[in-house]
């Protein structure tokens, strides 16, 4: 009984976190109808000149209350139009084809004079950026366009993140809609335990039915997701995070000699603090060119792309490889630079002839600001024979025993209660011989 009331409680306040951290707006047309309805985070990171010939970095959300009265719905366009602080907005344009609809650009204005935002900004102007949506999503007329997977526009010093976005463009009035209405008007009433659980299950159903969800939300074609996570049903927590990172395909060559010598393949994904502030960038493969040395006791794999260069040390010691050393360098999003690197690693330990593999998700702290997740691993440094991987060295979450691990523990806890209650047992009757030879 309890512990379906913490369940329930847990569930509530899971919602409670999604409900009021979110921005959350309704609009109506002309006609005094709803006609479009977004429930989205956006997080900005802007590069400003301040006083004193220095470039600041400030980050704001957008905040929970926003003016919509700019906003406008017509039969073919609609624009989203978001007022907020002093003179700032974020705008969202959209358009209708004939079963589909698109965000086209998204409009951010900001205004330099806002002290509170731009603290000791040299310029008090009104900057607007301007992005056109390259990658178009479209939704179905009728259905919601789901993402709840980060999406990352940088123009300029200026980035826009979005994720945990809901919209419904061009809201119909007609059949189609009609569990998207419902869940529309029921949204609002979230202030009391069965109102939660109805907008629990209404929200269910209605994902079920009239979502159109993004690429990136989808489960990845190329590895089976391992958790049991779906694309349909919403998320609670609180922390936005990537997808998957594509598995990229590195091939180190040396001379004139076309076979590959050193040979990686692997998703990755990179953590870093910078400034206090922890952000998380994957390693696109495409655009991402591979290079680097073989040598007999010392391997080199470099990676660059124009805004990151990682470089792996192998070395082969008693006929064993391990990654050693990696350094890492990443001009990031705000123009800053990261750089560090760990020049005493033992990561990634198998046979030379050999290779590694381990294509369970796994974390690595590089160094206390440096985190790697690697997805998807197989390595090979050393002794490459005919441009194949040799036989793989599995890490010991990928192999068959693991699941051994929790039998182990619980193997290991009844012995420990055993023990506890033989010494109680033994001790009970020593003492009850003490009292009796007294
Ligand atoms: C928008 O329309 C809904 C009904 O569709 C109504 O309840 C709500 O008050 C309207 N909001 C505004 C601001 O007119
Ligand atoms: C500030 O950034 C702008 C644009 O990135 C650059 O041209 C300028 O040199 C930078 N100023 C300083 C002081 O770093
Ligand atoms: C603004 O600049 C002054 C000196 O130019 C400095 O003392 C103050 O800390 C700055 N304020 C912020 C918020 O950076
Ligand atoms: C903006 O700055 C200019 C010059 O620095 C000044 O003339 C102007 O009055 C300022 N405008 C506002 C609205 O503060
Ligand atoms: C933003 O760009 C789009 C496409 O280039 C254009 O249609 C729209 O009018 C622009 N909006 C503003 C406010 O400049
Ligand atoms: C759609 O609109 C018409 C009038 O424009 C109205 O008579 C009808 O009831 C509406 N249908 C729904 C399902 O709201
Ligand atoms: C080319 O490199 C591969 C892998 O290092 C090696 O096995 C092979 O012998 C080399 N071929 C020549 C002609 O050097
Ligand atoms: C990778 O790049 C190639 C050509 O540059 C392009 O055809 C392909 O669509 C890109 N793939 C992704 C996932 O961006
Ligand atoms: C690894 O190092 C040993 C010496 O420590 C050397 O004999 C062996 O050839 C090296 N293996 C490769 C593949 O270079
Ligand atoms: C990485 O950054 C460090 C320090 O800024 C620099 O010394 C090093 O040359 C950079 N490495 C690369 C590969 O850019
Ligand atoms: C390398 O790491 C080991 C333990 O991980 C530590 O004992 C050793 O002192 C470190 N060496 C250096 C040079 O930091
Ligand atoms: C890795 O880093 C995280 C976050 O800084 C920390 O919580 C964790 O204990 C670290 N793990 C190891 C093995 O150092």
Redesign the pocket.
Known sequence: MIHRAVLVLVLALGLETQLTCATEVSVNNSEGKLCLYANLMVNFSVTYEAIGEKNETTVFALPDTVGTNESSCDNTSSTLHLSFGKGHSWAMSFSKGAETYQADSITFAFNLADSSFFPNATSNETVTVNVTMKDLSKASIGTCYSCKSQDLIQEGGVSQTLWNVLIQAFVANGTKSKEGKYMVHNIHQHNDLTAYVRYMLMTFTFFHHTVTSCAADLPSTTTPAPTTQTSTVPTTTPSPSLPTPTTGKYEVTMGLNTTACLMATFGLRIGFKLEQKYQEINLEPNGTSASGTCGNTSSELVLSNPTT?I?FTFVNETAKFRLHAV?V?ITSSSGH?F?EENNNLTLWVASVGSSYMCNKEQRYNITESLFFYTFDLQVQPFAIDGGKFSTAEECFLDSDLSFLVPIAVGVALSFLIILVLISYLIGRRKSRTGYQSV
């Open positions: 260069t470089v350094s360098n630079q750089a």
